[in-house]
């Protein structure tokens, strides 16, 4: 093991190399050994030829220690270089497959990760997207291991290859491997027990959607909706219960597994990781441009459920200003008829909306101003559909005034223009005709619920629109809400 003394002493360009002979096969072909030797790019002196003779008395054990100082060599762009130029992309993925073939998942494990770190550099990422072996040889790996921590470094690799240059190259061999590559890592996300690898699968399965629309279709077509449920209903239940977020002591990251279960669980066995939750959101979110597929539409209703059950118990939540905008987001691309009754009588879900479009300052993490911006958006959307429903009575009108400041904001009015102004005015027209209506039961009720502040900054603010402005409708923001809405007027 080299130590931390001597990083600074040692040429990184020997010790790599030394490292790429060691993780060899001790009975690599002679062709493999010359491959080697061809793509080194400075001379190796005669002491290489002794190395390889002693390669057939390295043990595994060795072997493993050798990939493990490679993974966190190729941390460096500048080990990462040197690995590359000494043929690494056309050894290690050879190694892998051999590993796997002996069994010995733990050096796969390690050299797909290494190779993982590899493509993170941009410049080295392009040169693999030129390796059509290494390509087709990292999705073979998928179907030649039940290891979940080989599987989740294999996952790793194809998703940052996917989300570098060349990723439609990539996804060549993924779209055309005899046997469906999307059911495969679908199903390795139903069935695994291991934390790690189900965070991995879910960002698979998120680059892959975002990389073409034919990649989202198969995403699709392969189910992952009911998985992506069934991981953010493990989570949701276990933040109602008020459970620690983390998952079982007996599936930590890396640990060896005996492989996927052979039947489905009812849910998950363990709690999956906040990471996990927010990747499955975030494909949520992508698949949910298809809200019109019967695919996607079949899960409506058990998708919408447990969203307003997260909104419910916002401050709950892990990693609460990003999850909280993507469960707005979910919600405005589904049928609204879903999700309306539940906004009008559940004060702690219409404030879960509120804060998003306000963006509260008080979330413990920043959000990314893209990300923030588009669960803005979808905010003042669904606003504008529960204030075409909203009653004075309600608690709903409570949510409402209490946030008049937010609604009248020019600020975040730029934001989505048209819904905001549909707000407003929706919601000054319900005001003034509260006013103005008697109430024979309890003469003072209608007066306490005038709010003339309210009142007076929607009438100051509606003047200051346009007369075409004020035929606009929440649906002409929001993609799909026509028909939702016309069915609850």
Sequence with gaps: MVSVDAVDTIDTAHLVTQLLLQVLPTNAS???????????????SSEADDDIEQLASVQLEAREQAGCHLWDMTSSVEAASIAVQHAALNILPKVVMEALGQNQSRLAELLAGALANILCHHTLAEQ?????????????????????????????????????????????PMVQTPKSFFQHVVWIADNTLNATLLERAMDLLLALAYTSDQA???????GAMPVIISVVTA?????KRGSALQPDAATEPGEPSSGPSSSKPETFRFVPA?????????????????????LFSK???????????????HELLHCRASMQG??????????????????????AVLQAVFEVLVNDSGFEEEVEAEEALQGQEAAWAVLAVVTKHVDTADTSMQCFTAHIDALTSS??????????????????????????????????????????????????????????SMTCRPHDCVPDQERALQACV
């Design 30 to 44: 002679a062709s493999d050994r010359c491959w080697y030797a061809e793509g080194q790019s400075r001379a190796v």
């Design 128 to 172: 693999a997207a030129q390796q059509t072996q290494l390509q087709q040889a990292a999705v073979d790996a998928t179907f030649s291991t039940t290891d979940a921590a080989c599987l989740a470094e294999l996952f790793r690799l194809l998703t940052t290859a996917l989300k570098g240059p060349g990723s439609s190259v990539w996804l060549v």
């Design 216 to 222: 989202l279709q198969q995403v699709l077509a392969a």
């Design 235 to 239: 989570y949701a239940d276990t933040v």
């Design 274 to 294: 906040p990471n996990a939750v927010l990747a499955a959101l975030s494909l949520c979110q992508v698949l949910a441009q298809e809200s019109e597929n019967p």
């Design 299 to 313: 899960h409506s209703s058990a998708l919408c459920a447990v969203v307003t059950q997260l909104l419910h118990l």
């Design 326 to 347: 993507m469960l707005v987001v979910i919600l405005a691309c589904l049928d609204s008829i879903l999700w309306l009754d539940c906004l009008l009588s559940d004060a």
């Design 411 to 468: 600020h975040l009015a730029e934001i989505s223009p048209e819904c905001a102004r549909y707000v407003q005015r929706t919601l000054q027209q319900a005001l003034e005709k509260t006013a103005t209506s008697p109430s024979p039961d309890d003469p003072q009720r209608h007066e306490a619920q005038v709010h003339p502040r309210a009142c007076s900054q929607l009438t100051c603010d509606t003047r200051q629109a346009d007369s075409s």
